[in-house]
């Protein structure tokens, strides 16, 4: 795999891009750690994953990971206040029957596989309800779960011919915080989940973590 990726890394354009694209997520989560941060960083930041995902095949990794990820979070949490104890099983089976289709999928790439999840797709927007509301001057869908939205757009990297934007969706859902001291964006509380993507990204493309490819960068401050 770390062949065949650093090949793709030449193709993109050399790997040098990458690194530079990837260290800069680092660089921004050792400011939100260390810095005196009075308002939120702007979530565009993660804007270049779209071309990190050059193709189909790298979306599909990065939304099987972090559903996977997504799927941590849900074992550590207890039951939505929104939710009964059966809708919250509910939507954690769902999680794990997605996270076994995408991976017989990437395996086997086949029209039943994205039939199947398509028709997660449908099972997820019945499951997050019809509570729509003008906010100004615009229809805004209120979700039951955060945790199926992040799935959503994680299976939306395998059925949209728009994965890279898809892929930026689900990055953002998944790294954005929001505090009233701080506002919406990249905040201190981002930062664990921001290294999770830049480390993604660095094994995916290079073969090492973090750690072995940016270690000064690493130290923490």
Same mark, same amino acid.
């Given at each position: 795999?770390?062949? $065949?990726?650093?090949?793709?890394? =030449?193709?993109?354009?050399?790997? $040098? +891009?990458?690194?530079?694209?990837?260290?800069?997520?680092?660089? %921004?989560?050792?400011?939100? !750690?260390?810095?005196?941060?009075?308002?939120?960083?702007?979530? %565009? /930041?993660?804007?270049?994953?779209?071309?990190?995902?050059?193709? @189909?095949?790298?979306?599909?990794?990065?939304?099987?990971?972090? &559903?996977?990820?997504?799927?941590?979070?849900?074992?550590?949490?207890?039951?939505?206040? =929104?939710?009964?104890?059966?809708?919250? @099983?509910?939507?954690?089976?769902?999680?794990?029957?997605?996270?076994?289709?995408?991976?017989?999928?990437?395996?086997?790439?086949?029209?039943?596989?994205?039939?199947?999840?398509? /028709?997660?797709?449908?099972?997820?927007?019945?499951?997050?309800?019809?509570?729509?509301?003008?906010?100004?001057?615009? %229809?805004?869908?209120?979700?039951? &779960?955060?945790?199926?939205?992040?799935?959503?757009?994680?299976?939306?990297?395998?059925? @949209? !011919?728009?994965?890279?934007?898809?892929?930026? $969706?689900?990055?953002?859902?998944?790294?954005?915080?929001?505090?009233? !001291?701080?506002?919406?964006?990249?905040? +201190?509380? &981002?930062?664990?989940?921001?290294?999770?993507?830049?480390?993604?990204?660095? =094994?995916?493309?290079?073969?090492? =973590?973090?750690?072995?490819?940016?270690?000064?960068?690493? @130290?923490?401050?």
């Amino acid at each position: 795999m770390k062949q $065949k990726n650093t090949q793709a890394a =030449n193709a993109y354009g050399g790997a $040098k +891009p990458i690194a530079t694209k990837i260290k800069k997520w680092v660089e %921004t989560a050792k400011q939100l !750690r260390t810095e005196n941060i009075i308002f939120a960083l702007p979530i %565009t /930041r993660l804007t270049s994953i779209k071309s990190l995902c050059q193709d @189909e095949i790298a979306a599909e990794h990065f939304a099987l990971y972090l &559903s996977k990820q997504v799927q941590k979070q849900t074992k550590d949490a207890s039951c939505p206040s =929104n939710l009964s104890p059966s809708e919250w @099983e509910i939507h954690k089976t769902l999680i794990a029957d997605a996270i076994a289709i995408k991976e017989r999928y990437i395996e086997n790439p086949t029209y039943e596989g994205k039939q199947s999840l398509q /028709r997660l797709l449908r099972q997820i927007d019945e499951l997050q309800g019809d509570d729509f509301r003008n906010v100004h001057w615009t %229809t805004v869908h209120f979700v039951k &779960s955060g945790y199926l939205l992040k799935l959503e757009y994680a299976i939306r990297c395998f059925t @949209e !011919r728009d994965f890279p934007y898809y892929a930026y $969706k689900l990055a953002r859902e998944y790294t954005e915080s929001y505090e009233p !001291r701080y506002g919406s964006g990249l905040i +201190p509380e &981002s930062v664990p989940r921001l290294l999770e993507v830049a480390e993604f990204w660095c =094994n995916y493309y290079f073969g090492q =973590n973090l750690n072995q490819k940016f270690p000064q960068l690493m @130290e923490k401050g």
